[in-house]
């Protein structure tokens, strides 16, 4: 069973750790990354590795498609047809081992170039809900029902509607769908740029392009960077020392502190001389001699997080050097949601991230950050 603790708590950031193991039958990790809908960047680091396996490799090749459409009028996501073709969920069969659903629907949307303090944000979650981050004058123009935003403080500047695509399938004739759809096409037209992406298997890839083809649409692929570092000098973890040991291990925290440096390229040396950065690899600590390092960058759906995690756990199956991997996921700063639906907000910092640790008896640690202006992860 997986043991939560709080390991530290300040007023920018809440860090959250948790240690468990891939075969305990209540480790949350599955649905944790399902829920974390919205990722912007996946990293993952195996030490004492300088080549990858054709199996992870083709899986970070395979991480695409998205689109990218322009001024997409809001009121194209709640049409019947639109909910028939992308978001009704039809035979769900859950796979234990990867974490995906096989049925059709799992659809995900945010709109693009849109700051969640300063202007409106929607986002589409594949359980169907629509859910709009609304400043105060849009809000009342729009005449449908929401609530404050949490982060709105005494003058309420910010309102939040959420809208059930699944019920207006069921009752596209009530009242309700009546409203909202006159209200995004007549009373309030808004338009957005939005990312979009569809997990269908068995699916052509180029539905969601022809059904949105009286638009301007793009079909993107992630970006894909790899690398191999030498001579990484790297913390010693137990897997059983979540918060470290005093000259034998490092902690959670301390281990998030220094992937953050290496993802970012950052000197590690702390050379007297260095005007750019005095962090160094916390101790106790152990150099080794190459480094695996990949990034991808784009929209990338928790669905295909799920098979790389998944990978990185059979990455032990056979023995080898290192006694850990991590994999990095970072969602949109912007995004009006981090974990399920829960409100996202920026302030000082839009961060809403996870981290894996995965250590050779699979066992892993499980951390989750967020800025200020979030509930703590779930």
């Not at 982060?151 to 509607?161: A, D, N």
């Not at 101790?283 to 098979?307: H, N």
């Amino acid at each position: 069973m997986a043991t939560l603790r709080r390991l530290r708590e300040v007023p920018r950031h809440l860090l959250v750790c948790e240690k468990s193991n891939f075969g305990h039958d209540k480790s949350r990790h599955r649905h944790l990354v399902e829920t974390h809908y919205h990722n912007y960047r996946v990293s993952f680091l195996i030490p004492e590795c300088g080549i990858l396996s054709k199996e992870l490799k083709n899986l970070v090749m395979e991480t695409g498609p998205y689109y990218f459409v322009k001024n997409l009028p809001l009121h194209e996501l709640i049409t019947q047809e639109f909910i028939n073709t992308f978001v009704k969920k039809d035979g769900a069969v859950k796979n234990p081992v990867t974490c995906s659903s096989s049925h059709s629907g799992s659809c995900y949307a945010l709109t693009h170039n849109t700051n969640i303090d300063e202007d409106n944000t929607v986002a589409l979650l594949p359980n169907g809900k629509l859910i709009l981050s609304l400043d105060k004058d849009t809000y009342e123009e729009t005449g449908l029902q929401g609530r404050p935003s949490q982060y709105s403080g005494r003058k309420v500047m910010k309102f939040i509607v959420s809208i059930d695509l699944m019920d207006l399938s069921f009752n596209p004739n009530s009242k309700k769908y009546e409203r909202i759809s006159w209200s995004f096409k007549e009373k309030k037209p808004l338009k957005f740029d939005f990312l979009l992406a569809w997990h269908h298997t068995g699916a052509e890839e180029s539905t969601m392009m022809s059904y949105f083809s009286n638009y301007r649409i793009q079909e993107l692929q992630p970006k894909i960077a790899l690398s191999t570092v030498t001579e990484l000098q790297c913390p010693v973890l137990r897997s059983g020392a979540l918060q470290g040991e005093p000259e034998a291990a490092c902690s959670a925290p301390e281990l998030l502190d220094w992937l953050g440096a290496v993802f970012s390229r950052a000197d590690l040396t702390n050379e007297p001389n260095s005007f750019v950065s005095t962090y160094c690899c916390p101790q106790p600590s152990t150099v080794v001699a190459r480094a695996y390092l990949c990034t991808i960058t784009g929209f990338i759906l928790p669905e295909k997080i799920c098979l790389l995690l998944e990978q990185l756990c059979h990455y032990f199956d056979e023995p080898k050097l290192a006694p850990w991997v991590t994999l990095s996921v970072q969602g949109f700063a912007d995004s009006p949601v981090s974990w399920r639906e829960n409100e996202h907000g920026f302030r000082k910092g839009g961060e809403h991230l996870y981290n894996f640790v995965i250590f050779n008896n699979q066992d892993y640690w499980l951390q989750m950050a967020v800025g200020a202006n979030d509930d703590c992860p779930p």
